[in-house]
């Protein structure tokens, strides 16, 4: 009988508790062995939850019990979420998470305590939801170099956005009517800022080159300057407007990485995804541009990708599987970005300063001017929206 135990009993992991009892038998037939849910650590009771006589306030319960073997960490924040993984690493317990704030900050640690204790530390859920993608790109993927992954790693914002290209939404309109329905949170400043994302895709990056780069690090815009007029300069284009996590690794070796909305053109199906749904597009160089799609967040979807890891861990813990291993990326390791290069759209009051950029197609929209670029680069985006001064209304990447 595998003794597990659940730290934390929020959306996902009462939808854990959820999906581990109510698929019981078919999970049960599927690993050939039985399990079991001996503790649920929160700081709550829960006395009208069947749950409930499994609760403790007590970490040491599930920490000094040797037959508890597999632990499903769900109590975002890095604080006690981190302390904790990380003693039961060292206790000889397998631990998996849907926490990308710890994943993405303390993931190159925990990663090598597991190999260290012969236990595994898995995070399907940190990124995506109930998306697989995490374990494809380990598996499937294994034989590719991956040179590219963009995505819409947020479904609060996506949602946002589609709310304000489709029904007009201003920007403030849209927050509180994703935060009456339960998509974002009172303080939405995570989602909104881009710092959600900016997890998600250094984890991303880190499977496809082996560097976990600090997420408050890489460049990160949200969405928050976006207007109407924007949105609507982007559908006179084809385009839709999407906050995209972005990474890119070179022949060197070099890391891009980045978070930033992006008006994405129609061919690309990343454009299509809409409301709270995530996308992920890894570009490899065997099998070409993968796509990933599915429900980014919500209680089974996301405890779907937990107990997903729990099998995992369960299926294989008799043999010897080869640990995830990251090294922290340095500054020797990140491409200057700079130098980046793609398509710019410039926002702006007066249709003239067309004339200064790289065969520039122009569009009036509501009295305002998109410009459409070539390809230009970081440093050069940067002049040329200092020479236009108070022409300018905005600029933005296209992907």
């Known amino acids: 009988m595998i003794q597990i135990a659940l730290l934390g009993f929020g959306v996902v992991g009462s939808g854990t508790a959820e999906v581990l009892t109510e698929n019981k038998a078919l999970i049960e037939e599927r690993l050939g062995c039985e399990y079991n849910i001996r503790y649920i650590l929160d700081l709550r009771d829960f006395p009208n939850s069947p749950f409930g006589s499994l609760v403790t306030h007590d970490f040491n319960d599930i920490l000094n019990d040797p037959e508890v073997t597999v632990v ?39 990663c090598e305590l597991a190999r260290k204790h012969g236990v595994r530390y898995l995070f399907e859920a940190s990124v995506g939801g109930g998306i697989p993608v995490i374990r494809p790109m380990i598996n499937d993927l294994s034989s590719n170099r991956i040179h590219k992954i963009s995505g819409i790693l947020n479904g609060t914002t996506n949602y946002i956005l589609t709310s304000m290209r489709d029904l007009g939404a201003s920007f403030s309109d849209a927050l509180s009517e994703a ?27 880190a499977l496809a080159c082996g560097k976990l780069a600090d997420p408050k690090t890489i460049p990160t815009e949200g969405i928050t300057a976006i207007t109407l007029t924007d949105t609507k300069v982007a559908g006179a284009f084809g385009y839709s407007m999407k906050l995209i996590g972005h990474a890119c690794v070179a022949e060197d070796g070099k890391l891009t990485a980045f978070v930033s909305p992006r008006m994405v053109p129609a061919a690309n199906p990343l454009s299509r995804i809409d409301g709270v749904f995530n996308g992920i597009l890894v570009d490899a160089n065997m099998v070409g541009e993968v796509m990933f799609y599915g429900p980014g967040a919500g209680k089974l979807p996301t405890a779907s990708a937990v107990v997903a890891d729990i099998i995992d861990v369960i299926a294989n813990r008799e043999a ?4 995830i291993l990251w090294e922290a990326a340095t500054a020797d390791d990140m491409a200057e970005f700079s130098e980046y290069s793609c398509r710019r759209m410039f926002i702006v009051k007066n249709a003239s300063v067309a004339d200064s950029l790289p065969s520039a197609e122009v569009r009036e929209v509501e009295g305002v001017y998109g410009i459409l670029t070539e390809s230009m680069s970081e440093k050069d985006t940067a002049e040329a929206a200092a020479r236009m001064g108070d022409a300018l ?4 990447r296209v992907l």
Do not use: W
Not at 180 to 205: F, H, M, Q, T, W
Not at 320 to 323: F, T
């Open 72 to 110: 499903a960490e769900m109590m975002g924040g890095s604080h006690p979420a981190y302390d904790f993984t990380k003693k039961c690493l060292e206790a000889g317990k397998s631990v998996v998470t849907s926490n990308k704030e710890v994943v993405s900050t303390f993931g190159v640690e925990l």
């Open 179 to 205: 935060q009456k329905l339960g998509y974002a949170e009172a303080n939405p400043s995570a989602d909104v800022d881009g710092i959600d994302a900016a997890r998600k895709i250094v984890i991303l990056a």
């Open 320 to 323: 010897e599987s080869k640990p």
């Open 393 to 396: 209304l905005s600029v933005y």
